[in-house]
């Protein structure tokens, strides 16, 4: 239980910001180690990335057993997951029922954003206050579970406030049911967001126009519905699935092949790509070892995924403008149902920036350089400030009045993703420096909540008052990621991992991309070299 004084002040042992993945897991472990806890969550419900993403066809684009917790085998039992990926709506009541099964509610307070966390040197305490009142809480541990792909990228259009129809953002869909029927719609962007919404969307709408800045590349998904034989299966098999699944790269999807894309003749590299474009999605990726590495193979692999777009899509101009010129992987992949055939309906019309960009908005609809297109509803498919944006809207301050915008003007530096240098008690689920959004994302919450749960516990039973990346660990660890990063196709075309979705944002590659194995044996050798790196008083 906290305590609470008569100047409207709560204090805790810990605080997590944000209710998605992350923020539940860790909550209920610092729960189960017996700390008092409290989280702050700014939508009126649990589910952070999957609370606000309601857009038509949300779905995960990871299988759902394996986007799930593994902390819990009665969880794991009593839960059915009907598809072979869940959609948004799913995965949201699963959420729902983790947080009231293990008894979360409670400690969440919702509607609430937290404003600002500053470290008090002196009584080595973090102090939070949030838009809600003056009320002040303290705690001796700040966590951050703000999500990595949280805060909404709403484009500096001209002309933004002139239009006067309807708009929403994929990121901040609104609860109710949005009807399209009738409708004259635009949808800007072309990622996963609108990959999965356009086909829905065009299914309803009068007119779809679907404007395009980059082409991107896309794998059917073949979803389907989860057969209770195959559900059986993984539940008797759970912690062994789970374990294997640790052993993978990206820590989820089938096992990678290990031949190179160059090494095998045309037949036999042809058959292998059937065969993960058979199994669908992003296991594609892993069709061969060098696909992110080799840029001739990488060209393979984009050549046999130009040959299905061109199977798919009737009017042949029209395929030029949906290849990307981009290498497979350097822009995060899609995983689509229907989406290329959707170019086929009489009223969908791509609008390709490369023949005509948007100009402006306008009262009726957007403007491009060669026409006005009236609309009555624009959906912005538009992306998100990754990694950094949620924490950038926070105002946190570390020792020194130091604070983590000024800290990370140059690019976020961190600490194994976990932490860094001069904020100490801070840790950050998922963050900048980690592998989380380059592999299965659930996975990863759960190695990070582990990790930052044991090193709690590791300091309430050693007394410690307070554990801080070293400055030296720290910039070894940024420069090992740009390291990495830099010996593959990733960091050569205008991603999100580096920023550069974002105008002035700094472009840094920001995800560790060496691998979940690697990087989970790192933090364990970490901890049984007595927390090398970190400080600890
Ligand atoms: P993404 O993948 O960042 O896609 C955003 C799209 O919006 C992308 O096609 C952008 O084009 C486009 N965009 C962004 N700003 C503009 C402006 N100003 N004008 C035109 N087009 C623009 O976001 P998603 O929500 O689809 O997916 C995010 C992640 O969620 C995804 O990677 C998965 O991990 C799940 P660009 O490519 O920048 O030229």
Known sequence: MSNKSQEEHEVYDAIVVGAGFAGLCMLHRLKTVGLSVKSFEVGTGVGGTWYWNRYPGARCDVESWEYSYGFSEELEQEWNWSERYAAQPEILSYLEHVAERFDLYDCIDFNTRVKSATFDESETKWVIQTDQSEKRFTSKYCIMATGCLSSANIPKIEGFSDYQGESFHTG??????????????????????????????????????????????SVPARNAPMPASELDKIKASYQSLRREQRKLPLAAQRPPNRASALEVNAEQRKEAYENYWEIGGLSFLGAFKDIATNPEANETAKKFLTRKIEETVLDKDLVKKLIP??????????????????????????????????????????????????????????????????????????????????????????????????????????????????????????????????????????????????????????????????????????NWYLGANIPGKPRVFMPYIGGFPKYVRKCEQVVEDGYVGFNIS
Request: with cysteine.
């Open 325 to 494: 010129d981009h290498y497979l992987g350097c822009k995060r992949p899609c995983s689509d149902t229907g989406y290329y055939a959707t170019f086929n309906r009489k009223n969908v019309t791509l609008v390709d920036s490369r023949d005509e960009p948007i100009v402006r908005l306008s009262k009726d609809g957007i403007v491009s350089a060669k026409k006005e297109y009236r609309l009555d509803s624009i959906i912005f498919a538009t992306g998100f400030d990754a990694m950094t944006g949620s924490l950038d809207k926070i105002d946190i301050r570390g020792r020194n009045n130091l604070t983590l915008t000024k800290k990370w003007e140059a690019g976020p530096k961190t600490y194994l993703g976990l932490g860094t240098a001069g904020f100490p008690n801070f840790f950050v689920i998922a963050g900048p420096g980690s592998p989380s959004v380059l592999a299965n994302m659930v996975v990863g919450i759960e190695q990070h909540v582990d990790w930052i749960g044991d090193c709690i516990q590791y300091l309430e039973d050693n007394d410690k008052k307070q554990i801080d990346p070293d400055p030296s660990a720290e910039s070894e660890w940024v420069e090992h990621v740009n390291e990495v990063a830099s010996r593959t196709l990733y960091t050569g075309c205008n």
């Open 172 to 217: 901040n869909w609104p609860k109710e049911k949005i009807d399209f029927s009738k409708k004259k719609v635009g949808i800007i962007g072309t990622g996963s967001s609108s990959i999965q919404a356009t086909p829905i969307v065009a299914s309803q709408a009068e007119q779809l126009f679907v404007f395009q800045r980059t082409p991107n590349w």
